[in-house]
């Protein structure tokens, strides 16, 4: 394994490491978050099932805006009819001395949850529906938007059929997110990691060589995706190591909400008094609660 000369090891968690296989004619990245994805997977509480697919997202999110190296926002959303019906990820690029973050949200219809009597097969959990990622950038830039249907195989194999359609660059991901008990506590945080490894486009590519590179990246083990004490360059050297694989220096990553007391003000504002009716608690204040950080913004009618 090559670094540069002045090469920092990657920090425990909270990071995407990217890494390339210049004879291979492949790039890739490895990610692992902590209080990232714990804080992310904060404001609802979600059973074990769920969580995982949420915490996946999470992970992907991360990989995908720091492969665009995006200044903007990339936003990671599954819409199905299943009982986890939405699924909404928010990665945003470092802006100013804001460093790149991820906020996330899972809605579960509790009762059709229930009656699957507590199975985490994702086809069931999700259903059929689709997959949506949305890059805006920050300033000027186009707005895209690509959609695929779910595969019922997950959260990764879905993102690996986007990057068949809309890029036709062999991709091969794989994700993990698993509880972190803490004695104590009832609720669980939540460790989230993932590696993908692509065919770089400008490479020719030897199609066997990119099928044993692959199968490597498929014996990736969940717990050697969220282990903070695995060292990250020591999981790409177990996977690579007959091949010149190059890591460049970790990406910090964080998580980051947007949500603003004054903004949700002004939309309010722009309603009616008639059509905000119902909104206030009995001491006139409407309280907002954001879906991705939790956190209650108090509007007093005098705001409006």
């Known amino acids: 394994m090559r670094n540069q000369p002045d090469y920092t090891p990657a920090p425990a968690a909270d990071f995407v490491l990217p890494f390339d296989l210049p004879n291979a004619g492949c790039r890739g990245r490895l990610v692992r978050l902590d209080r990232a994805s714990a804080r992310a997977l904060s404001a609802h509480a979600l059973p074990e099932a769920a969580a995982r697919v949420a915490g996946e997202s999470v992970a992907l999110a991360a990989i995908l805006g720091t492969a665009l190296k995006l200044d903007g926002r990339l936003t990671l959303q599954t819409k199905s009819d299943g009982p986890l019906d939405l699924v909404t990820v928010d990665y945003f690029g470092a802006e100013g001395a804001d460093p790149a973050g991820l906020r996330g949200f899972a809605r579960l219809d509790g009762a059709r949850f229930s009656a699957l009597n507590g199975t985490g ?4 959990l999700a259903g059929r529906g689709a997959l949506a990622i949305t890059i805006e950038p920050r300033l000027g830039g186009q707005t895209y938007q ?5 595969s019922a195989h997950g959260i990764a194999a879905s993102a690996e059929t986007y990057f ?3 890029e036709q ?4 991901i794989r994700l993990a997110a698993a509880p972190v008990f803490t004695p104590g506590t009832e609720a669980p945080d939540w460790r989230a990691g993932g590696i993908m490894l692509q065919a770089t486009p400008e490479r020719a590519r030897d199609d066997d060589e990119w099928e044993r590179l692959s199968l490597f ?3 990736v083990e969940d717990v050697e995706l969220v282990d903070t004490a695995l060292q990250a360059e020591t999981l790409l050297w177990r996977l690579f190591h007959e091949d010149d694989v190059r890591v460049q220096p970790a990406e910090p990553l964080h998580f980051r909400c947007h949500c603003d007391t004054d903004r949700i003000a002004r939309v309010l504002a722009a309603y009616g008094p008639e059509e905000r009716e119902g909104l206030a608690d009995e001491d006139g204040v409407i309280r907002a609660r954001c879906e991705f950080c939790g956190t209650v913004h108090a509007i007093a009618a005098a705001a409006l």
């Open 121 to 124: 097969d994702f086809a069931q």
């Open 146 to 150: 690509g959609i695929v249907e779910l």
């Open 164 to 166: 068949a359609q809309s």
């Open 169 to 172: 660059l062999p991709t091969a």
């Open 217 to 219: 990246l498929k014996t």
